[in-house]
C-alpha cells in the first residue's frame, strides 16, 4: 500500500509539474488569425484587472452574412468565456458553419470573447514576471472576481451597453458563479445565462485524477504549498511539433489525442469530431496556475463550494475565520440555463441537480445522450444540432420578448 501511495504521489507532482525546459509559444495571433482565415473582422482588445494583470480579449464586431441581414440594427453583446486550461480559441475551431461565436457574429451579435489570467493570451502582468512564482498566485477565485469582473465591464463600455448575453464552458462556469455571488450587482448586467458543463459542487465528481489528487492535494498540506502558485502546461514548440505528427490527420498515433480526451472528460463519447483533433492539440493545454486545480480538488474534498483554503492560521487572517467562506449562490438573482450529461467526469449529474435546487432561477437541460462528455459541449460533430441552435434560439427569443432595449 506504501509503495502504491508513493507511486500516486509521483504521479499527482509530475503532473502539476510546471512545464519550463522548453520554450512558451507566442500564442497572441491565433485567434485572430483564425477568424481573419474565415473572412470575419477581428478585433484585440487589452483588459487591466484591479490587481495588475493584463488579458488580451477578442471581438467579433459584425460578419457579412450579418450585414446583409441587419443592417444597421442595434446590436446586442455576447460574451463567451473558456475553461481551465483552455482559451478564446474553443468557441471557432469549429469552422464558421458549427462553432458558436461566428453563428452569434452570423445572427447579429457583438461577440467577445475572453481570456483569462495564465493562459496563452493573458501571460502579462503590470508589474509581476510570468517566470516568477507570484505571478502565479491565484485560482479561480481572482478569475471571477478581478479577471471575469473587468472584461464584462470593458466589453459592456466598449459596445456602449449596459448588459450581455453570457456563455461559459467548465470553468468558466464556476467563475461566473464566483462573481454573481460576491459581487452580486454584476447580476444587472447579464441578460440571459447560458452554462455549458457547470461546474461549483463537486461532491459527486468520478474524475480518477480527482480521487487521487484530493487525498494528497485537498486539504492544505506541505505539498499543496509546495505545488501550489506555479505554472502549469503551457503551450510549447515541442508540443506542437508533436500535433503535427501524433494528431493529424492518418497518423497512426491519433488514437492517443481522442484517448486523451476521453479520459479526462468521459469515456466512449461517439461525438468528438475527429477532424479537429490537430486544433484542439495546437491550442491546448493553453496554460493555468496549479492552485487552480488544487482549488477544485479542495471543493471535491470538503464537498462545498467554497473560497481557497490557505490553512487554518492564514485562513484566520484573509477570511477572519478558521475554514474558508462559502460562495452564497443564492445571490445569482440571474435566470441561469445549465447544460449537462451523463459521461461528464468534470461536471456530475448529481452536483448539477444539487447546484440548482440552490438557484433562485435555473432551467436545466440534459443532454439527451448517454455518451455525451465534457468536451461534447464544443467539438461534437453535432454539437450545433445539440447544443448551439438551441442557446442561439434562446437567446433570440429572450431579445424578442424584451425589445430592443440593452438594460435589464
Known sequence: MLVVSKSLLITLSVLLLPTKRFGSVDGHKVTATLITNHNYPVEEHTVHTPDGYILTIYRIPTSFKSQQLNGTIEKKVVFLQHGILCASDDW????????????????????????????????????????????????????GVYDLAAMLDYALAESKSSSLHFVAHSQGTTTFFVLMSSLPWYNEKVRSVHLLAPIAYMRSHSFIL??????????????????????????????KLMCEYVCSQGSFFKFLCSGLLDFIGGWGTRHL???????????HPAGASTSQIIHYLQLYTSGDFRQYDHGREQN?????????PSYNVRNIKTCVEMYYSENDYMSAVEDVEYLASLLPCVELYRI???????YDFLWSINVKEVINNRILDKILVYDRDHGNSLSL
Open 273 to 283: 469530431n475527429q477532424t479537429l483533433l490537430t486544433d484542439v492539440c495546437v491550442t
Open 316 to 324: 484566520e487572517i484573509l477570511y477572519q475565520q478558521a475554514i474558508p
Open 368 to 374: 439527451p445522450y448517454s455518451d455525451w462528455n465534457h
Open 210 to 239: 480527482s480521487k487521487l489528487g484530493g487525498i494528497f492535494l485537498g486539504s492544505p498540506s506541505f505539498l499543496s504549498w509546495v505545488l501550489g502558485s506555479m505554472e502549469l502546461l503551457p503551450i510549447t514548440n515541442v508540443q
Open 92 to 143: 471557432i475551431i469549429n469552422g464558421p458553419e458549427t462553432s458558436l461565436a461566428y453563428m452569434f457574429a452570423d445572427a447579429g451579435f457583438d461577440v467577445w470573447l475572453g481570456n483569462a489570467r495564465g493562459n496563452t493570451y493573458s501571460r502579462q502582468h503590470k508589474h509581476i514576471h510570468p517566470d516568477t512564482s507570484d505571478f502565479w498566485r491565484f485560482s479561480w477565485h481572482e478569475i
